[in-house]
T-cell receptor, first 117, second 113 residues
Framework: GAVVSQHPSWVICKSGTSVKIECRSL??????MFWYRQFPKQSLMLMAT?????????EQGVEKDKFLINHASLTLSTLTVTSAHPEDSSFYIC?????????????FGSGTRLTVV | AQSVTQLDSQVPVFEEAPVELRCNYS??????LFWYVQYPNQGLQLLLK??????LVKGINGFEAEFNKSQTSFHLRKPSVHISDTAEYFC???????????FGQGTRLTINP
């Protein structure tokens, strides 16, 4: 079945630095990938939708200059948290769609726990 | 825009008892519906999905859900739960023709021995 690999699984960084999170579709081509943020004991909030080869579409209230999304290939999307601050600490999860084989199925990565100190 | 409401934030159940986790949605168009499970510090695993056809959908781990269009509901059920079912469960909806998947608030299922 479709597998999405997300790395790193956890990261601690100093305030003011940038962190990159990778999301890879291992056995399918993901024309569309999604990035979510999840606060403790809360639901997943969609941050942005990225389509391969085009700019990401950000949800209202999400700072596109802080959360840079790149989807340069059909198997890789990256989320870079720039100039991270403690309030950016959260659990970030990516998701991908395999239109050819899954149609309306979504596959999720295992998540990245970011802690900014 | 679509929205999802999970009516119970927490559901405690004894082992081997039946359970129902409630989900209602709102949308002006036809939708696809999903239930996901999340274990601590992990991503989401698909339990089942409704795209079309039979309104009773069977998923993994003995779970099933019934799509009720008139009541705009998609409740998740299991006839007999196990300790290993302790997790967070999310209902999600996607409007047909749209890319977005919108999640409910989640229901924490706790199984007591």
């Amino acid at each position: 079945g479709a597998v999405v690999s997300q790395h790193p699984s956890w990261v601690i960084c100093k305030s003011g630095t940038s962190v990159k999170i990778e999301c890879r579709s291992l056995d399918f081509q993901a024309t569309t990938m999604f990035w979510y943020r999840q606060f403790p004991k809360q639901s997943l909030m969609l941050m942005a939708t990225s389509n391969e080869g085009s700019k990401a579409t950000y949800e209202q209230g999400v700072e596109k200059d802080k959360f840079l999304i790149n989807h340069a290939s059909l198997t890789l999307s990256t989320l870079t948290v720039t100039s991270a601050h403690p309030e950016d600490s959260s659990f970030y999860i990516c998701s991908a769609r395999d239109w050819e084989h899954q149609g309306y199925g979504y596959t999720f990565g295992s998540g990245t726990r970011l802690t900014v100190v | 825009a679509q929205s999802v409401t999970q009516l119970d934030s927490q559901v405690p159940v004894f082992e081997e008892a039946p359970v129902e986790l409630r989900c209602n949605y709102s949308s002006s168009v036809s939708v696809y519906l999903f239930w996901y499970v999340q274990y601590p510090n992990q991503g989401l695993q698909l339990l089942l999905k409704y795209l079309s056809g039979s309104t009773l959908v069977k998923g993994i781990n003995g779970f099933e859900a019934e799509f009720n269009k008139s009541q705009t509901s998609f409740h998740l059920r299991k006839p007999s739960v196990h300790i290993s079912d302790t997790a967070e469960y999310f209902c999600a909806v996607s409007e047909q023709g749209a890319q977005k998947l919108v999640f409910g608030q989640g229901t924490r299922l706790t199984i007591n021995p």
